[in-house]
């Protein structure tokens, strides 16, 4: 199978997490798998007038059109999970969720899953004020700063933090994934 991605029309030749060029680009996935199967799955995001939050699809011929309306540059998300895969019978959900600035206290942030039973992974990117991305959780070698790890509690996502880490102005978004206990 080969997976290319883009966006606006212009490759993405290496990838782990993908960042879009601005608000309007959309990501695209073209899947090529063994005996002719070809997948192209597209996620764009735009706005309308009604501010309710929706994703809407559209499926033609092997074209799968994901459109996530009116999801705000910061502070969106599903209000309910959303389904993303079943393995063995279970259901695996995705979330995704703002996480704002902290320093050299931990930062507790509610996720408000019901019926949490198993983390299968959460991956968190923080931005700060002169640009610059950051992945957490992350070490340092250096006796000035000291590392930042998660957690995820049946009720919070929580980073817990060191002495110095220069993240209070900072804001990102934490992807969880998940199974659920019912």
């Known amino acids: ?6 966006s606006q029309n212009r490759e993405i030749i290496s990838y782990g997490t993908v960042f879009l060029f601005d608000e309007n680009s959309d990501l695209t996935l073209n899947i090529n798998g063994d005996n002719f199967f070809e997948l192209i799955l597209t996620i764009s995001f735009v706005e309308d007038i009604s501010q309710k939050q929706r994703i ?4 033609f011929e092997n074209h799968l059109k994901i459109i996530c309306i ?3 540059a910061m502070g969106t998300g599903l209000t309910t999970p959303l389904e993303i895969a079943v393995i063995d019978g279970k259901k695996i959900y995705c979330k ?4 704002s600035g902290f320093d050299s206290e931990d930062k507790y942030v509610p ?5 949490l039973y198993r983390v299968l992974s959460c991956d968190l990117f923080m931005k700060t004020s002169d640009g610059t991305s950051h992945m957490i959780p992350r070490t340092h070698k250096d006796q000035d700063h000291d590392g930042i ?3 995820v509690t049946k009720k919070n996502l929580i980073l817990q933090v060191g002495q110095s880490n220069g993240f209070a102005d900072a804001t990102g978004y934490a992807i969880l994934k998940y199974t659920k206990s019912k």
Do not use: A, G, R
């Open 1 to 6: 199978m080969q997976v290319k991605l883009s």
């Open 56 to 59: 809407e699809t559209n499926i």
């Open 70 to 72: 009116n999801f705000m």
């Open 96 to 99: 995704v969720m703002l996480v």
């Open 111 to 115: 996720h408000n899953i019901s019926d």
């Open 149 to 151: 790890s998660i957690q």
